[in-house]
């Protein structure tokens, strides 16, 4: 019995401290975006992205975020690896961004853009490469939840609901709601960890959005 609740203690503070963790550790080691914390709520936080450049796969047609995630993934690990028209190497940067744009049906294939961020000191001329593209994004907000383990695809919809009923009633709900109107993805997955980590591990849900009062133009995919 102590053993059990020991444990359970131990699983409680783990996720305390992964739900209050602003930053994820991952971004101590490689290069992130840049992001304004506007608010930490209650199971979300508020942030302001500055303006980012990305380099994005074409559009991945899959049932599985999972499986698209990890198509794209290669792609993009070779792209950094030198598979570029340059011939050059690229740091590894973090998160592995992967927005969905979902299918009319829960059988049919729904269409996912798999993105990484881009170094600042590759962001002037990045490499171009077959199948991918540039993205230059101004900035924009994103409501965020975040979420431990490896990401599921049974997960993922109870994430992002979780994060919907967390800000239903702020004031930033319908702004969120006007964002999506001219949005076609529902949400954008973030992955911090490397396959092959399996301790700490991060992932945020991102709904993304406008302000009224300002020009902002989406991240990876949206364009």
């Known amino acids: 019995m102590a053993v059990t609740t020991t444990f359970k203690l131990s699983l409680f503070f783990t996720l305390v401290s992964l739900s209050l963790s602003a930053v994820p550790p991952a971004c101590s080691r490689i290069e992130c975006p840049n992001y304004d914390l506007v608010q930490a709520g209650n ?23 999972v499986e698209a995630t990890r198509t794209g993934f290669l792609r993009l690990f070779d792209y950094i690896q030198g598979k570029n028209n340059y011939h050059q190497k690229i740091e590894m940067t973090a998160p592995v961004h992967s927005e969905v744009f979902p299918s009319d049906g829960p059988f049919c294939k729904s269409s996912f853009v798999v993105s990484f961020y881009v170094p600042k000191k590759n962001q002037a001329n990045p490499p171009p490469a077959e199948g991918l593209h540039v993205q230059r994004c101004k900035p924009v907000y994103a409501a965020v939840r975040q979420f431990g383990g490896f990401v599921k695809d049974t997960d993922v919809g109870e994430q ?25 993805s529902v949400y954008s ?17 991102w709904f993304l959005f406008y302000l009224s009062d300002e020009n902002h133009s989406p991240i990876p995919g949206s364009m």
Request: aromatic share 10%.
């Open 43 to 65: 199971g979300y936080e508020i942030r302001r992205y500055n303006s980012t450049v990305w380099i994005s796969s074409d559009p991945i047609q899959d049932i599985s975020l």
């Open 160 to 184: 992002a609901a979780a994060l919907k009923e967390s800000i239903a009633g702020t004031k930033w709900s319908s702004a969120i709601d006007q964002g999506s109107d001219g949005h076609a």
């Open 189 to 205: 997955v973030a992955q911090y960890n490397a396959p092959f980590e399996f301790d700490n591990r991060v992932n945020e849900i």
